[in-house]
Each structure stands twice: as C-alpha cells, then as structure tokens.
C-alpha cells in the first residue's frame, strides 16, 4: 500500500483541488505551497483538527501557475481539480467551460464511482465536446470518508498501475488512464513470470529482474541472445 502525502485547497473560485506529493516528501517542501496561498495560514503541524476550510486567496489556475514554477514542488507534485457533475466546488460548473478548456492539468478527482457519471460529463473530461477543450484528461476516483467507522474509505473503486510511488508516476498514469486506470478490480495471472536471472559473461553471475503482474514480453535487439 503506498500513501502519498496531500492538500485539499479550495481556490477562489471555488474549484476544490487534490494536490498530491512524491511519497517521503519532507514536511519542510510541502510547507512551500501555503506560500502560494495569500488566504491560507500554515497550520500548527501538531493540532488535533484540521482547520476550517476556506479560500486559498487565489483561482485555480493562478495557483496551478505558481507551483508549477517553484523549482522545489516542479515535477514532486500533481494537481487534480475536483470534476464531477457541476456539483459543489466542481470545475465543470455551467459557465466554467473555457476556464476547465484552458486549464494545465492532466487528470481530474472525482468524489464518485465511475460508474455514477453520467455520459456528458465523462465527455467533458475526454475532451470530446468542444466547448470544454479536446485534451483528455485521466479520472481517478476518491472517497469523501466523513465516518468514524471509516465505511466509506475505499468505496468507491480506482486501481492505477505504478513503477513508483511519485506525483510523476501518478501524472504518466492519468496521460494513459485507458492502459493505467481501471474501476474494476484488475484479474491477476495465475501463473506469471516472476524473476529472470542470467549468469553470464556479460552480466555475471548475479544479475536479476524482478517483473510486475503486467508483465508479458521480453524483447531484446538482433542478435543480443535473449
């Protein structure tokens, strides 16, 4: 299971965003964001409840702009405006279309199954209807847990293929969702192949390749042995 350190912001114009970090972000360079919000004061890091939401002090395209140019967040982050069905702080809000055509992301959250949005919307986000842009953007869904009892953690169904827990795995992911992203529980080979070792000349005696369960070919140059 690998967690990855995040903000929920709500920007000015009332757009709710996830911003998600490499997992092992210092503490210390997450800070940097509130930086970037004029509205937010940097919470004590040891309180017991997290404070009240309110406005960043900026849209969210001013605010995607400003962590994209801070050296020290570019490329260990990922933004993810909340897109669902023009619901509360949801980018696809009637008369938000150019903002949700121009805006610089590659994937949206959304706070319900998949299976839940409606037709329209899905095309909102494929960029498959002009007014909203043509640039596909990645769905991943969440859950909005508000239970002590935790019931509704992981309720609403997303697997995502990652080499490694990064804001930029993440990014690399939702650019391919149709290969990475799936709503259903994926189906895991039985039989598989696990590990390759080669003791040769070349390699030496301890060379070893471990395989994820995607794993299905193996292809090397004219004449390279394999």
């Known amino acids: 299971l690998w967690l990855f350190p995040g903000m929920e912001i709500t920007c000015n114009d009332s757009v709710q965003c996830l911003v998600l970090f490499d997992q092992g972000t210092s503490v210390e360079t997450a800070a940097r964001i509130f930086g ?3 509205g937010v004061a940097e919470p004590d890091q040891n309180t017991s409840q997290a404070p009240q939401a309110q406005l960043c002090g900026k849209d969210v395209r001013d605010l995607l ?22 619901g509360h ?22 706070e319900k199954p998949y299976s ?4 329209i919307t899905r095309k909102k986000i494929y960029g498959e209807i002009a007014d ?18 935790f019931d509704d953690l992981g309720a609403n169904p997303c697997w995502i293929r990652l080499g490694e827990p990064t804001a930029e795995a993440i990014r690399q992911a939702v650019l391919a969702d149709e290969a990475r992203i799936t709503y259903e529980e994926p189906t895991i080979p039985s039989q598989r192949v696990l590990e390759l070792r080669v003791n040769s000349a070349l390699t030496g005696a301890e060379f070893v390749v471990t395989f994820n369960d995607g794993f299905n070919a193996l292809i090397g140059g004219r004449g390279s042995g394999k």
């Open 89 to 110: 702080k949801d980018i696809l809000r009637a008369g938000f279309h150019k903002r949700f055509a121009e805006l610089e992301v590659d994937g949206v959250y959304t």
């Open 65 to 86: 702009g400003d962590l994209f140019e801070d050296k020290s967040l570019r490329g260990r982050c990922i933004a993810l405006p909340h897109a669902s069905q023009g």
């Open 36 to 38: 970037k919000m004029p």
């Open 116 to 119: 839940a949005l409606d037709q």
């Open 132 to 149: 909203w842009g043509d640039r596909r953007r990645g769905i991943i869904t969440t859950g909005d847990n508000r239970k002590a009892s």
